[in-house]
Nanobody, 113 residues
């Protein structure tokens, strides 16, 4: 049972990235999926959460209107589309299944000119 994040990198302010989280070894479609982030010296922060079948999506205040979470229950992947990135979005982003207490290794996102 694991999740593996990918898609991070270095991007200029105002740019976009799409993160992916691939799930293995469990019935992906039955779980809420979340993205959290943690920057050095800061607490972990909820970025986005998507319910099963994508029926509801919740976002942290800092990313509302700029980020979009989605899921593909056939491919067992959850995505995080990040637009209009800001330097304060710099962090390690983790895919997290709260019901299982399971997260991936994270992917680094750095927003800098």
């Amino acid at each position: 049972v694991q999740v593996v994040e990918s898609g991070g990198g270095l991007v200029q302010p105002g740019g976009s990235l799409r993160l992916s989280c691939a799930a293995y070894g469990f019935t992906f479609s039955t779980y809420f999926m979340s993205w959290f982030r943690q920057a050095p010296g800061k607490e972990r922060e909820l970025v986005a959460r998507i319910t099963t079948i994508g029926g509801r999506k919740d976002y942290g205040d800092a990313v509302q209107g700029r980020f979009t979470v989605s899921r593909d229950d056939v491919k067992n992947i959850v995505y995080l589309q990040m637009n209009n990135l800001k330097p304060e979005d710099t962090a390690v982003y983790y895919c997290f299944i709260e019901a299982l207490g399971l997260r991936g290794q994270g992917t680094q996102v750095t927003v800098s000119s």
